[in-house]
């Protein structure tokens, strides 16, 4: 089992930054792909970034990429969000999640094994 908590959501004015953080616990031993993904009100659970267990490689959606970026420090079983030029469609609660996938970077949320409970963005105009 993994247990994975999500820390620096918030609320930011558009233009802003926030880096968010996913800290994992329990089988951190395991090489596992860890991605994010994000909810709106009202809509589908959406993926937004994800990174291979040793980092070496990241994909990005087409919606975030050139403003959010995916990393991760194995010796502190974390995985980050920089998230930069927010706008109000970026409001959405964010999750981290952990997929025992390997080198992989799975972009659909049923490749992944383990959730957060999530942490709110919202990024006001």
């Known amino acids: 089992q993994v247990q994975l908590v999500e820390s620096g959501g918030g609320l930011v004015q558009a233009g802003g930054s926030l880096r968010l953080s996913c800290a994992a616990s329990?089988?951190?031993?395991?090489?596992?792909?860890m991605g994010w993904f994000r909810q709106a009100p009202g809509k589908e659970r959406e993926f937004v970034a994800a990174?291979?267990?040793?980092?070496?490689?990241?994909y990005v959606s087409k919606s975030v990429k050139g403003r959010f970026a995916i990393s991760r420090d194995n010796a502190k079983n974390t995985v980050y969000l920089l998230m930069n030029s927010l706008n109000p469609e970026d409001t959405a609660v964010y999750y981290c999640?952990?997929?025992?996938?390997?080198?992989?970077?799975?972009?659909?949320?049923?490749?992944?094994?383990?959730w957060g409970q999530g942490t709110q963005v919202t990024v006001s105009s």
């Open positions: 999640a952990a997929a025992d996938s390997g080198s992989g970077v799975p972009y659909q949320p049923g490749a992944y094994d383990y």
């Open positions: 329990g089988r951190t031993s395991s090489s596992y792909a």
């Open positions: 990174i291979s267990w040793l980092g070496g490689s990241t």
